[in-house]
């Protein structure tokens, strides 16, 4: 009787144009796989039996698709990003020698597209993979709505809002207080952050219709941006250990762009 075991899986380190690494390996443990990262190649070599190369995978890129994305809220969006290239499954139970062992290879190609930049940076050391953060199902779906304001397709405010209004679910009455002091994050940042949303923004992309438009500032989107992805990165935080919230460093407004006072 056949009995698949992977062994491994590899995957290359994809950037856009504006970054490369020259950096020394990087290695981390964990209780299903160990991580080698060198010279743009990651090998996740696993630490306990699997039986097939996708539910090896869907273990390994938990890790990874987190660590991309706390790249991103602390980088630019493309500066690290994990292609799977190929899969090593070995028989446990093989047939009779000389017959191969080795059950599959896997491989997948993807084909990229180059990308032009105006600065190239090339970084001395890998990111840090998070130790504490969750690509949770509200994670995700924050971050594809911030990517879609990025991309163009939804006003900063609706995005915005939305991402609030994620932080605010977790409670039901006096959200915005409660949910301050659940996530740890200053009531001020939360008030902040609604009333741009509410009150801000001109006939073409404010949440709400007023009789008196005001536009957001430059100044402004740019703290609403930067907003945002600090929400992003608390929730991540938060779901990784619900229970473990009231560790977190509070976040103020003295974490953000400064803001022209009125």
Request: glycine share 4%; net charge negative; hydrophobic share 40%.
């Amino acid at each position: 009787m056949r009995d698949p075991h992977v062994v491994w899986l590899k995957y290359h380190l994809e950037t856009d144009a504006s970054v490369s690494y020259n950096a020394p390996a990087l290695e981390r443990e964990y209780d299903l796989f160990s991580l080698h990262l060198a010279n743009g190649v990651l090998m996740a070599t696993m630490q306990q039996h699997f039986s097939s190369e996708s539910k090896a995978r869907s273990k390994v890129e938990e890790v990874l698709r987190a660590w991309e994305l706390d790249n991103a809220l602390r980088f630019e969006i493309g500066e690290l990003q994990f292609i799977f290239e190929e899969a090593s499954v070995i028989d446990r139970d093989p047939p009779p020698p000389g017959t191969p062992q080795v059950i599959a290879v896997s491989t997948a190609i993807s084909a990229t597209s180059a990308m032009s930049a105006t600065l190239h940076v090339t970084r001395g050391q890998y990111p840090e993979p998070p130790t504490r953060f969750k690509l949770s199902p509200d994670v995700e779906v924050m971050w594809f709505r911030y990517q879609q304001h990025l991309e163009g397709k939804e006003p900063l405010q609706s995005m915005a809002y939305f991402c609030l209004t994620v932080i605010e679910s977790l409670v039901s009455k006096g959200k915005r207080k409660r949910a301050a002091d659940e996530y740890r994050i200053d009531w001020e940042v939360l008030d902040k952050l609604g009333d741009f949303t509410t009150t801000k923004g001109s006939q073409f992309d404010a949440r709400k219709h007023n009789n008196d438009f005001v536009a957001l500032s430059e100044a402004e989107e740019n703290w609403m941006r930067e907003a945002v992805k600090i929400l992003i990165r608390r929730k991540a935080e938060y779901d990784y250990d619900p229970e473990e919230a009231h560790s977190l460093k509070l976040i103020t407004m003295a974490g953000l762009p400064k803001l022209e006072r009125n």
